[in-house]
C-alpha cells in the first residue's frame, strides 16, 4: 500500500512525481482488477483509515457511511462497473429539472 499526500513530490526513478500522479496510476490499477469489489468490501468491512481499495479515500468514506454500503458495491460488481467509477456517478449532484 502506498501512503502519499497528493501536493507532496516524490522520487521515483530518475525523476519525481506527484503524489496526484502516483494516486492515479494507483486507480488505474484498481480500475483493471478483477478483485476491486472484493477490495472494496474489505475496507468497508474492516473500516480501513487509510489507503486505496480500488477508489480514493474519500469515496471509501463516502461508501461507508451508506446504509447499504455492501449492495452498492454489488450492484456495480454485477453492472462490471468499476467501483471508483460507480462512487463517482452515484456523488454527482442530479441536474435539477426547472417546470415552464
Do not use: N
Not at 16 to 33: D, F, H, K, N, R
Not at 44 to 62: F, I, K, Q, R, S
Amino acid at each position: 500500500m502506498w501512503l502519499v499526500e497528493p501536493q507532496e513530490r516524490y522520487k521515483f526513478g530518475d525523476g519525481t512525481v506527484s503524489g496526484e500522479q502516483l494516486l492515479e496510476v494507483a486507480l488505474g490499477q484498481c480500475s483493471l482488477c478483477p478483485v476491486q469489489w472484493d477490495c472494496a468490501s474489505a475496507a468497508v468491512e474492516a473500516d480501513e483509515p487509510w489507503g486505496v481499495w480500488g477508489m480514493t479515500y474519500d469515496d471509501l468514506e463516502w461508501v461507508k457511511r451508506r446504509a447499504d454500503a455492501e449492495g452498492f458495491i454489488r450492484d456495480a460488481q454485477r453492472r462490471g462497473q468499476p467501483i471508483q467509477f460507480a462512487v463517482s456517478h452515484a456523488r454527482q449532484p442530479k441536474p435539477i429539472r426547472m417546470l415552464a
